[in-house]
């Protein structure tokens, strides 16, 4: 079968970690992208979870408390000064 040529946009740092990835599983981009896209058709979508990362019960509540300012230092002159905060 004969191939196309295809062009994909992306940031150049993920190309270079994407192809640092693969290089270090024995693949190339073109290969790499093949295969997501064999993958895509297997599944018939995506071939991976997409979702949104909820924070957790506890995020929540930290998040709760510094919107309300409680439990909540600083600012710190210095690092020795967040550090015995912290130790408190």
Not at 1 to 29: C, H, W, Y
Not at 30 to 38: E, Q
Not at 77 to 85: I, K, Q
């Given at each position: 079968?004969?191939?196309?040529?295809?062009?994909?946009?992306m940031?150049?740092e993920?190309k270079?970690?994407?192809?640092?990835l693969?290089?270090?599983?024995?693949m190339?981009?073109?290969?790499?992208?093949?295969i997501?896209?064999?993958?895509?058709?297997?599944?018939?979508?995506?071939?991976?979870?997409?979702?949104?990362?909820?924070?957790?019960?506890?995020?929540?509540?930290?998040?709760?408390?510094?919107e309300?300012?409680?439990?909540?230092?600083?600012?710190?002159?210095?690092?020795?000064?967040?550090?015995?905060?912290?130790?408190?």
């Amino acid at each position: 079968m004969a191939k196309e040529n295809m062009t994909i946009r992306m940031e150049p740092e993920l190309k270079v970690q994407a192809a640092a990835l693969f290089k270090s599983l024995g693949m190339d981009l073109s290969t790499a992208t093949g295969i997501f896209y064999r993958q895509a058709l297997r599944c018939h979508g995506l071939p991976f979870e997409v979702k949104i990362d909820e924070p957790n019960a506890v995020t929540y509540a930290a998040m709760k408390a510094a919107e309300k300012d409680e439990d909540v230092y600083g600012p710190f002159d210095s690092v020795a000064d967040l550090m015995e905060a912290l130790n408190a």
